[in-house]
């Protein structure tokens, strides 16, 4: 089992950055893909950036050249570093993982293919 547990989310100006964080902890074969994901209000759940163990890292249109998801491997923590933020950008904000899948690790796999969620931290853009 994995444990997800997200962490710098809060209130910031339009073209501030903030820096997210999701400590895992667990077996690690369950954290082959690791991905954020954001819900804004009035829609569902959309993927942000992935990162698999092996790879590059994708991203959505929306924040490709402004956000970037990295891993700290020692540190068992995923990060989301967000830049030149929009108040479109805000909302709440999610760590997933899944383990290995044939299909790969990409920001387009939908929210029913990850298998471990945090509780999530809001990002309010204003």
């Known amino acids: 089992h994995v444990q997800l547990v997200e962490s710098g989310g809060g209130s910031v100006q339009v073209g501030g950055s903030l820096r997210l964080s999701c400590l895992t902890s667990?077996?690690?074969?369950?954290?082959?893909?690791m991905a954020w994901f954001r819900q804004t209000s009035g829609k569902g759940r959309e993927g942000v950036a992935a990162?698999?163990?092996?790879?590059?890292?994708t991203y959505a249109d929306s924040v490709k050249g402004r956000f970037t998801i990295s891993k700290d491997n020692a540190q068992n923590t995923l990060f989301l570093q967000m830049n030149g933020l929009k108040a479109e950008d805000s909302g709440m904000y999610y760590c997933a993982a899944r383990g290995w899948r044939p299909e790969g690790c990409s920001v387009g796999i939908d929210v029913s293919g990850f298998d471990f969620w945090g509780q999530g931290t809001q990002v309010t853009v204003s």
């Open positions: 990162i698999p163990t092996f790879g590059q890292p």
């Open positions: 667990g077996v690690s074969y369950g954290t082959h893909c």
